[in-house]
């Protein structure tokens, strides 16, 4: 059974996600909280595996309370905002989420994503990264130092880093290095380790801050193959 804990200021925000993933049978909703300072302590209290965070509440905001979740505690976070371009998504993905929603998600659409961030996946579709890089790109994120320790890295992961910095699931990346989903994984968890990070949605944004990730092609983006 999946424990759930829902962040929204808004009480009909709120009540919905709750009585929603409620009536699924492999989800339970364990608490609610009203802004970032209660998600964080019900967060600690509760041990929920999942916290869907609105990211826009009064006093301690959606990215700082994301940021002190995953500090605290080991749920997974799945951020809600109201616009897809919402500029705090980048930094609460820099926080710790491991990927958002927008809360006109249709009801199937919001218990698959929590199942999804519950196994450690990342929610991050191909058209939102791609506006994640642009974003990342205007704002200047970039951090060189970082470019050193993809040398960590075999070239295997680092061809799933790319393929992750990408959007694509494990199945994707499976089928674009011809390999097994198990093999992916194993990829994965590996680089995770290497580069010291929490999980898929921050192995994403390391991508784009060492530079692994550029501006540039067709589809939004390129990847820089130099070590």
Not at 127 to 155: C, K, N, S, W, Y
């Amino acid at each position: 059974m999946l424990r759930v804990l829902v962040a929204d200021d808004q009480d009909l925000f709120r009540g919905g996600f709750a009585m929603i993933l409620d009536s699924h049978d492999d989800i339970t909703v364990v608490g609610e909280a009203a802004d970032g300072a209660e998600a964080v302590a019900k967060a600690v209290e509760l041990e929920p595996d999942v916290v869907l965070m609105d990211i826009r509440m009064p006093g301690l905001d959606g990215v700082e309370a994301t940021a002190q979740v995953c500090r605290r505690t080991d749920a997974k976070v799945l951020v809600l905002t109201m616009y897809d371009a919402d500029e705090y998504v980048y930094d609460a993905l820099r926080a710790g989420a491991g990927g958002f929603l927008l809360k006109d998600v249709r009801r199937d659409d919001l218990a698959r994503a929590v199942r999804l961030i519950a196994t450690g996946e990342s929610l991050l579709a191909p058209a939102i990264t791609r506006r994640l890089i642009a974003d990342f790109v205007g704002r200047g994120h970039a951090r060189p130092g970082l470019r050193q320790r993809l040398g960590e890295l075999t070239d295997r992961e680092m061809d799933t880093l790319r393929l992750l910095a990408r959007g694509r699931s494990n199945a994707e990346i499976a089928a674009d290095l011809v390999v097994t989903e198990h093999t992916v994984k194993s990829h994965v968890s590996n680089l995770l380790t290497k580069l010291d990070l929490r999980d898929r949605a921050q192995a994403v944004v390391f991508a784009y801050e060492s530079g692994l990730v550029v501006a540039g092609d067709q589809d939004g983006f390129r990847t820089d193959r130099r070590r």
